[in-house]
């Protein structure tokens, strides 16, 4: 018996169902990000060994069978990069303001 | 800056409407390019899907199962994939053929952002503009120029104009324009009269020239105009009547003389007296020996008289000139050969009984009053006869073989028609002297001979002179009436000129039985 975990490739913009919804500006959205991405990365390392995980096609409702490792990797990795932009746009906001 | 005459301070309220409007529209450019970044993101993600899905033969897959429920299972036919064309067209192609058509389209929504990009960023900069606040820290006080207009006479040139609602006519302007074609000149009809002597003087003229000048055609102009003015005056000022001394004086007259506007009526005037009246304010001879002339002549029974004629009145006098006209009494029988050995008889009641209607009501008209007709048989009742208590329908007059050799000897129907309904007319109401001057122009060509009848039958009368403007129709025992073709009203018993002979038999009454000549001349055929 494998347990899934899907992933959602969650992404700064709004779902997909919903279109031109108001969206927060840039530094509220990239921490709600930030947050998903810690979420998922915790999850990712706290699984067991026999479940499978299950990547989900954007804007479909069909998962693939992804390998757990190199998701977990890949997780971690978007998590840093979200990590540096949005150390980058507090520091912009910083020089704007001290400017 | 300066400010110039007529600035004044810049008001804040519409630029603010103005600023909070660009931005708007720069909102909802950002929301737009985010919704197409994200398409374009999720075609990037099929487009690296679709890269890597001819690697395997078959995937592990979660299938849905509606839009909550899944299914483990297997993803086959790796390299088959089917293509959304749009309204449901779809297309089979392999992984590489759909990666194209993802490029392709990506293509598209990446010229839909950069367009979308140019908008928000041009609108970012007029937002940026209408930020005073800003800009005044920048260039310092901005001044609103204005200029008042005060005078509003200088605007435009033209009338304003409403746009006509669409699929309507427009409304035709109530001026009614009457043009004098001898002066060359328009004259509208209201209120432009530079004198009216003058236009008086000036319709005398062109009516005399008419006369003179062109006796074969009646200028319905001058005529219409006549008429338009005439009525115009009525309205305008007040018309002082003419009552025209007349030797023999008639009843039901009195009431026309009061009508000044009514000239169809005076022509309509059957009674045996016409009067050319006239409801000028100035007493104008020649206006009236004109009209007299033009119009006197219609209403002859028989002819219309050419201009000819008319010179014989004596235009000389001092005192109006004026045509007088006796009809014959109704007979009491007249027998109209239809041919076929047919004939066809007047009735009697009906026709004393008109009589007597007109005569009581005292009406000048001509005018008969038509039968009220509610019903089918009241149409019968008015267009058939009563022969010895039985209903017996009348023949159309145009159906008459005989007319042939009988005086209304023009074979065409349609003319016998214009004639008879002519004549009807003229005694009614009528305006149009056009209709009237063209066909009595036929009549004038072969009635050379009939202007002499007039002048020949007051002589054999015993009281008339010569010619004083009374024309009596006599019986037809005269030669020289019969042998004449003449196209000339036919006096066959239609309804309306048995009505309107009706209303001048009041002064006929007095004098001697007569028939008229063409009806004679019928009754004699067949004997």
């Known amino acids: 018996m494998a347990f899934m975990t899907v992933l959602n490739c969650s992404l700064p913009f709004c779902h997909w169902k919903r279109k031109w919804e108001y969206l927060p500006p840039l530094p509220v959205q990239l921490n709600r990000v930030i947050k998903e991405q810690k979420v998922v990365v915790d999850e990712l390392s706290n699984l067991k060994k026999n479940r499978k995980v299950y990547k989900q096609q954007p804007n479909s409702n ?33 020089t704007k303001i001290k400017k | 800056m300066e400010a110039f005459g007529g600035a004044s301070a810049l008001s804040l309220a519409p630029v603010g ?22 398409v374009e993101s999720d075609y990037e993600a099929l487009q690296d899907r679709l890269h890597t899905l001819p690697n395997k033969l078959s995937y592990d897959i979660m299938v849905p199962f509606g839009p909550l429920a899944f299914m483990p299972g297997k993803l086959v036919h790796s390299n088959e994939v089917t293509v959304l064309l749009g309204d449901n067209w779809f297309s089979k192609c392999s992984a590489k053929q759909a990666v194209e058509l993802v490029e392709h389209r990506k293509k598209y929504v990446r010229k839909v952002l950069d367009d979308l990009q140019k908008v928000m960023k041009n609108f970012e900069s007029r937002a940026e503009f209408t930020d005073l606040q800003k800009m005044s820290d920048a260039a310092g006080n901005f001044v609103d120029i204005r200029e008042e207009i005060e005078d509003d006479s200088i605007e435009t040139k033209g009338k304003n104009r409403t746009a006509h609602k669409p699929h309507s006519k427009p409304k035709l302007s109530n001026v009614f324009e009457v043009d004098f074609p001898v002066n060359g000149s328009d004259r509208k009809s209201m209120g432009c009269f530079q004198s009216e002597e003058e236009l008086w003087a000036h319709l005398e003229e062109l009516e005399r020239q008419e006369l003179l ?50 000239k169809e009526d005076k022509r309509t005037d059957l009674n045996g007296m016409y009067r050319a009246e006239d409801c000028i304010t100035q007493g104008n001879f020649h206006k009236e020996v004109t009209n007299s002339d033009l119009f006197g002549g219609q209403v002859n029974g028989s002819t ?21 006209f006796s009809h014959t009494v109704e ?3 007249v027998r109209i050969n239809t041919g076929k050995n047919t004939t066809l008889k007047f009735s009697e009641k009906k026709e004393e009984a008109k009589r007597k209607r007109k005569n009581s009501s005292g009406n000048g008209h001509a005018t008969p009053e038509l039968p009220n007709i509610k019903t089918p048989a009241d149409i019968y009742r008015v267009f058939v006869d009563v022969v010895n208590g039985e209903y017996v329908p009348r023949k159309s007059i145009l159906k008459s073989r005989s007319r042939e050799n009988s005086v209304c000897s023009n074979t065409s129907d349609n003319s ?32 050379e001979g009939q202007q002499q009848l007039p002048k020949k039958l007051p002589p ?8 004083s403007g009374t024309v009596i129709e006599k019986e037809p025992l005269s030669p020289s009436l019969i042998p004449h073709p003449v196209i000339a009203h036919p006096v066959l018993p239609t309804i309306l000129e048995r009505k309107s002979e009706e209303v001048l038999s009041k002064a006929s009454e007095e004098t001697p039985k007569r028939i008229s000549k063409f009806k004679a001349a019928r009754m004699q055929q067949p004997s």
């Open chain 1, 62 to 94: 069909i998962f693939f069978l992804v390998d757990r490792t190199e998701t977990l990797s890949q997780c971690k990795n978007t998590l840093d990069e979200l990590k540096k932009a949005h150390q980058e746009m507090e520091n912009s906001e910083k």
């Open chain 2, 17 to 38: 409407h103005l600023r909070q409007e660009y931005e708007k529209v720069v909102t909802s450019c950002q929301e737009k390019i985010q919704h197409w970044k994200k």
């Open chain 2, 213 to 262: 000048g062109e006796p074969d055609r009646y200028s319905a102009a001058v005529a219409l105009s006549c008429l338009e003015l005439r009525k115009l005056q009525a309205c305008d000022s007040v018309c002082t009547q003419r009552i025209l001394p007349m030797p023999n004086t008639v009843e039901t007259n009195g009431e026309d003389a009061s009508f000044s506007e009514e």
């Open chain 2, 304 to 324: 219309y008289y050419h201009s000819d004629d008319e010179d014989d009145i004596d235009v000389g006098d001092n005192s109006v000139p004026t045509i007088f």
């Open chain 2, 331 to 333: 007979p009491k029988r």
């Open chain 2, 416 to 447: 016998a028609a214009e004639f008879d309904d002519r004549r009807g007319v003229q005694r009614s109401i009528s305006c149009d002297e056009a209709t009237q001057s063209d066909n009595s122009e036929s009549i004038l060509e072969e009635e």
């Open chain 2, 460 to 467: 054999s009368s015993g009281t008339t002179e010569a010619f």
